[in-house]
Nanobody, 115 residues
Framework: QVQLVESGGGLVQAGGSLRLSCAASLSGFRFATMGWYRQAPGKQRELVARITSDGSTNYGDDVKGRFTISRDNAKNTVFLQMNSLKPEDTAVYYC?????????WGQGTQVTVSS
């Protein structure tokens, strides 16, 4: 059974920083591609960042240069360091992985950036 638990969200002022964590319960975590997605009210869920098993990363255009995804395979955890936050970053942030053809999502963590 795959379980993903996000934490670290909260309320921050524009220009501030937050670090999200996603603790994963799944075998072979080190082989899994992990992703962070977000969904703002009235908008579609979108990719924020993704990291592969070999550490390759890619980012959504809106967060490049501000957000950094990383992973700790010893702790089965993936992180999202968010700097220079903007009000438009306000959303629920979700952790995701895929096993064969099934996507697994966490419950999400709310990030609110005040102007």
């Amino acid at each position: 059974q795959v379980q993903l638990v996000e934490s670290g969200g909260g309320l921050v002022q524009a220009g501030g920083s937050l670090r999200l964590s996603c603790a994963a319960s799944l075998s072979g975590f080190r082989f899994a591609t992990m992703g962070w997605y977000r969904q703002a009210p009235g908008k579609q869920r979108e990719l924020v960042a993704r990291i592969t098993s070999d550490g390759s990363t890619n980012y959504g255009d809106d967060v490049k240069g501000r957000f950094t995804i990383s992973r700790d395979n010893a702790k089965n955890t993936v992180f999202l360091q968010m700097n220079s936050l903007k009000p438009e970053d306000t959303a629920v942030y979700y952790c995701k992985t895929r096993r064969i053809t099934t996507d697994y999502w966490g419950q999400g963590t709310q990030v609110t950036v005040s102007s």
